[in-house]
């Protein structure tokens, strides 16, 4: 059939009409273009097509650089010149704001889309899926894998050691037992590290073939296996011979955060699978965007409720008057405060406990924040903020890297009395669907 797509949607799907007004989903397609498509699978409410023709393409369409492009389900807006992904996730999230009837409350307060510093090369953590030996990423909406050599998106020294790894004889030694593999680069040092998830524990042959892939390529910092089924370990360097080390010490990764009011540059360490933000670069940006947002003064109390390895926190601790950072794993909390230490602030203290949980315990110590910070997993915080009880704090930042329970728990905070000072969509994962946006909510005036 032939279509002209409307909008692309959530999802990075265009969206067009049939002439009986049916709605069909084509990936790959830019609004305004008129294609020529093949139903693919048919649906009560919607088709699902794949575009045979350009009969009419957008100006802003272009070649997709990456060689895997439409087989690996990697990213999904690649054919879209840079400007155009940036104008397409902020025409979703403005629909997505007007569908639930927040509109005339939020989008005066959007600001325009933060764009990242680099549209590719831009990730310092990817996980490939492996099968029979062989390593690449599951095509779009299937468990089909396509084997890739390279990653656009990953930064150049993940692709090298990838290059180098599937070359070596100890990656083919160990391949046939891989589930997945994790690379990780160190910011700091510039070194990797891998995590093998491994059928079962690794044999004597398979830690000689690990050892030896350290001591052979340089610019990898170590290796860990994650046995299905057992705890992590061991973890091997090029010192730690073929037996390994008990613990992953060795294999900590460090990032540098610059603050720039306070003239500090933090150095936050943290365990090769905890949680950090995948774009270095636009991190910096979003946490410059956070002290704009909040404009601190030097005696505020924050209250960051998913405080990770203290990302938010410990930057914050330099320019407000003091930050309870609480998050449910306990590796968070250990390097939160390690890293607290490490860079001599004293005002920054951290629990382990459920965000909602963490809170209930400030107020009972007699603690009241001015700010929360959320920074919640996809899921976000439904149930935090349907328990947010009086007194309520002055301020919310929440940052959400999902659009659909962000607005979600938007309605939930508006509903309270809270009201949106400013919205932006920072742009973390270019080529991809997914929009990453933060919000900071004032307490309206009874």
């Not at 891998?194 to 000689?208: D, N, S, Y």
């Not at 007699?366 to 439904?382: F, M, S, Y």
């Not at 400013?422 to 309206?444: C, G, N, W, Y």
Request: charged share 20%; aromatic share 6%.
């Amino acid at each position: 059939m032939l279509l002209t797509i409307e909008k692309i949607i959530a999802g990075g799907l265009g969206l067009g009409r049939r002439e009986d007004g049916c709605t069909v989903l084509v990936p790959g397609v830019l609004p305004g273009e008129e294609v020529r498509v093949r139903v693919r699978r048919r649906h009560r409410r919607f088709l699902e097509a794949e575009l045979q023709e350009h009969l009419r393409p957008a100006p802003a369409r272009r070649q997709p650089p990456c060689p895997f492009y439409g087989r690996c389900g990697g990213c999904d807006l690649q054919h879209a010149l840079y400007p155009a992904q940036l104008a397409i996730k902020q025409q979703i999230l403005e629909e997505l704001l007007q569908r639930v009837g927040l509109a005339a409350q939020v989008l005066p307060r959007l600001a325009a889309p933060l764009a990242a510093p680099a549209e590719f090369n831009y990730r310092q953590r990817i996980r490939l899926q492996v099968e029979q030996g062989r390593a690449g990423f599951f095509q779009s909406g299937s468990r089909q894998l396509q084997p890739i050599s390279t990653c656009l998106l990953a930064r150049p020294e993940i692709n090298a050691l990838w290059q180098e790894m599937q070359q070596h004889k100890g990656w083919r030694q160990l391949a046939g037992q891989v589930k997945a593999l994790e690379i990780n680069l160190d910011p700091v040092s510039g070194r990797l590290v891998v995590m093998l998830r491994h059928g079962r524990r690794p044999r004597p042959a398979e830690r000689r073939a690990a050892w030896q892939l350290c001591r052979d390529l340089p610019a990898l910092q170590g290796l860990a296996f994650l046995p299905a089924g057992h705890a992590a370990g061991p973890f091997i360097d090029q010192r730690s011979g073929p037996e390994g080390r008990p613990g992953p010490e060795a294999l900590q990764l460090t990032m540098s955060l610059p603050v720039v009011p306070a003239a500090v540059n933090l150095e936050l360490g943290f365990e090769p699978w905890g949680f950090s933000q995948v774009n270095e670069e636009q991190n910096r940006q979003l946490l410059a965007l956070l002290f704009e947002f909040l404009q601190p003064t030097g005696r505020e109390i924050v209250a960051d409720l998913h405080c990770g390895m203290g990302n938010f926190s410990l930057p914050l601790a330099l320019l407000v008057g003091e930050v309870h950072g609480v998050d449910l794993q306990a590796a968070a909390i250990r390097w939160a405060r390690r890293n607290a230490e490490a860079n001599r602030i004293n005002n920054c203290y951290f629990s382990r406990a459920e965000a909602g949980q963490g809170l209930a315990a400030l107020q009972v110590g007699g603690i009241r924040p001015d700010v929360l910070l959320l920074d919640p997993p996809r899921t976000g915080c439904k149930e935090l903020v349907a328990a947010l009880a009086e007194p309520l704090p002055p301020r919310i930042v929440m940052i959400s890297c999902d659009p659909a329970t962000m607005v979600r728990d938007l309605s939930g905070l508006l509903a309270l009395n809270y009201q949106v000072a400013a919205m932006r969509l920072v742009d973390m994962f270019p080529q991809t669907h997914h929009i990453e946006t933060i919000t900071m909510l004032t307490k309206s005036q009874p």
